[in-house]
Nanobody
Framework: QVQVVESGGGLVQPGGSLTLSCAASGSSDSITLMGWYRQAPGKQREMVAQRFSDGRTNYGNFVKGRFSISRDNANNTAFLRMNSLTPEDTAVYFC????????WGQGTQVTVSS
């Protein structure tokens, strides 16, 4: 059973930056796919970024070059660097790990406000 834990959320001013971290435990192999979704109040959950263990990445259309996902495959950790944040980025960010199933973290709140 894979367990996923996120960290790094918080309050940031518009235009600021934040880095989220995600650690997946319980797998002796490199996790195939890791990434983040987010969900704002009253909105559907949407994909933010994801990265395969071979380096392929995908980003949500709204990212527009502002975010970057990286991974440490040996330790099954992932990082989401978010720049140029706007209030529209305010949401709960959920990390997931996909390895013979999809496993989710508990979510971390990101609030962009002055």
């Amino acid at each position: 059973q894979v367990q996923v834990v996120e960290s790094g959320g918080g309050l940031v001013q518009p235009g600021g930056s934040l880095t989220l971290s995600c650690a997946a435990s319980g797998s002796s192999d490199s996790i195939t796919l890791m990434g983040w979704y987010r969900q704002a109040p009253g909105k559907q959950r949407e994909m933010v970024a994801q990265r395969f263990s071979d380096g392929r990445t995908n980003y949500g259309n709204f990212v527009k070059g502002r975010f970057s996902i990286s991974r440490d495959n040996a330790n099954n950790t992932a990082f989401l660097r978010m720049n140029s944040l706007t209030p529209e980025d305010t949401a709960v960010y959920f990390c997931f790990a996909q390895q013979f199933g999809t496993y989710w973290g508990q979510g971390t709140q990101v609030t962009v406000s002055s």
